[in-house]
């Protein structure tokens, strides 16, 4: 149902976050270029005037969704791994919660990354790709938090932390891709790195 933008002084009759949420939805399915603002007010039910009144442009509304998905959905992936109890246990639990996520809903998990689907298609040198360094530090830096608590308890050796931070995070991005392929052989990749991560344990 298309709706009319609010006049002066008068509060939108729209949750500007569910705009972004069903709008989130359809550059995942279409991605960037190919996503048309009639596309974008099918799928949020709102006129091209009232995306433009609120959001500036094209653009501009993929930009909120970007921040979006970088801020509610990897942030709170990453917590756990982030917590002062973190350790090799947690890194194990983050591939198999993501293992548990892809299989709970595989035509969402086809989607893969929005993210990492951008950088694909418009390169990293694209503004509008612009947040993909600070993206995959994330990923690397919560992977290195939970490594060095691990070797600081003994759980594996100091040396090993930074270059498997580094391998776990590409090997997540790889992953997000292929879900886009098969997501149940995703899943299925996921649970043997949180094997091989259980391999690690220093034996005592």
């Not at 603002?37 to 969704?65: M, W």
């Not at 990453?78 to 246990?89: D, E, I, K």
């Not at 418009?122 to 993909?132: E, N, S, V």
Request: one cysteine or more.
């Amino acid at each position: 149902m298309h709706r009319t933008p609010a006049s002066a002084g008068r509060p939108r009759a729209f949750d500007d976050q569910a705009v972004i949420h069903a709008a989130r939805d359809v550059f995942s399915e279409r991605g960037p270029e190919l996503t048309s603002i009639v596309d974008l007010e099918q799928g949020t039910g709102l006129d091209r005037s009232s995306l433009y009144n609120t959001f500036g442009s094209k653009q501009g509304l993929f930009e909120a969704v970007l921040r979006s998905y970088l801020e509610e959905g990897i942030e709170a992936r990453l917590t756990n791994l982030r917590q002062p109890t973190a350790g090799l246990a947690t890194v194990v639990a983050f591939f198999v919660g993501m293992a548990q996520s892809l299989r709970a809903d595989l035509a969402r998990a086809e989607r893969g990354c929005l993210m990492v689907n951008a950088v694909a298609e418009l390169g990293a040198h694209d503004p509008r790709t612009a947040p993909a360094t600070a993206y995959r530090h994330a990923f690397r830096s919560a992977f290195m938090t939970a490594l060095r608590q691990a070797a600081a308890r003994g759980e594996m050796l100091a040396r090993r932390v930074e270059p498997r931070a580094r391998i776990l995070t590409s090997l997540t991005m790889g992953l997000f891709v292929t879900a886009r392929i098969d997501p149940t052989d995703a899943a299925d990749v996921c649970e043997e790195v949180a094997a091989e991560i259980r391999a690690w344990r220093r034996t005592r």
